[in-house]
């Protein structure tokens, strides 16, 4: 069946790096794209950024622009979020999910059980 | 950027009651890329809308939506409860913009 785990996350002082990872089975990795959304505590979902199926493409939110970088690795069916100079504002559970085409229609499919990345002192 | 705007932001109901959800958007909304999810408490979100009015996989017929350009609705026709959530809606033209999300509590 259709799996992701995403995994990584933890405390982190404002100004380091973290890198989360969504570890994909039960499904042709390389064919979907995969997108990253956070939710902050007592908050809604948040869009961050996503990856085209062959990583050759990818879109970040402005909040993240020049810090985040989704990259991927089909071989090992993983996609990976590193996070750079974090700041308090970007403590949420981070999820990752599948990118889905149905005809015209698109969504996402399946949703990992997220990670909470913490930025404190 | 689109926006949208989910009303009411909490629904008090009961069991057996209908509940109607709404999503506007700041400008015209391709209906294709118009998605609703249910997110219970610890839980990730879960697909149960797409193309503005299809039901994913195993989402009971009680649950429908509709809509077209810049207003669309989600309706539960019956409550049972395992339908207590928080629900958003979500667009994908150019972004990826989410609704602040309706939370539906038991009354």
């Known amino acids: 069946q259709v799996q992701l785990v995403d995994s990584g996350g933890g405390v982190v002082q404002p100004g380091k790096s973290l890198t989360l990872s969504c570890a994909a089975s039960g499904f042709s990795f390389g064919s979907f794209g995969i997108h990253w959304v956070r939710q902050a505590p007592g908050k809604g979902l948040e869009w961050v950024t996503v990856?085209?199926?062959?990583?050759?493409?990818?879109d970040y939110t402005d909040s993240v622009k020049g810090r985040f970088t989704i990259s991927r690795d089909n071989s090992k069916n993983t996609a990976y979020l590193q996070m750079n100079d974090l700041r308090a504002e970007d403590s949420a559970v981070y999820y990752c999910?599948?990118?889905?085409?149905?005809?015209?229609?698109?969504?996402?499919?399946?949703w990992g059980r997220g990670t909470q990345v913490t930025v404190s002192s | 950027e689109i926006v949208l705007t989910q009303s009411p932001g909490t629904l008090s109901l009961s069991p057996g009651e209908r509940a109607t959800l709404s999503c506007r958007a700041s400008q015209s909304v391709n209906r294709n890329y118009l998605v609703w999810y249910q997110q219970k408490p610890g839980q990730a979100p879960r697909l149960l809308i797409y193309?503005?009015?299809t039901r994913a996989t195993g989402i009971p017929d009680r649950f429908s939506a509709s809509g077209s350009g810049t207003d669309f609705t989600l309706t539960i026709s019956r409550l049972e409860p395992e339908d207590f959530a928080v629900y958003y809606c979500?667009?994908?033209?150019?972004?990826?913009?989410f609704g602040q999300g309706t939370k539906l509590e038991i009354k």
């Open positions: 193309g503005a009015s």
């Open positions: 990856i085209r199926y062959d990583g050759s493409q990818q």
């Open positions: 979500q667009q994908h033209g150019g972004s990826y913009t």
């Open positions: 999910a599948r990118d889905f085409w149905n005809g015209p229609a698109r969504y996402f499919d399946y």
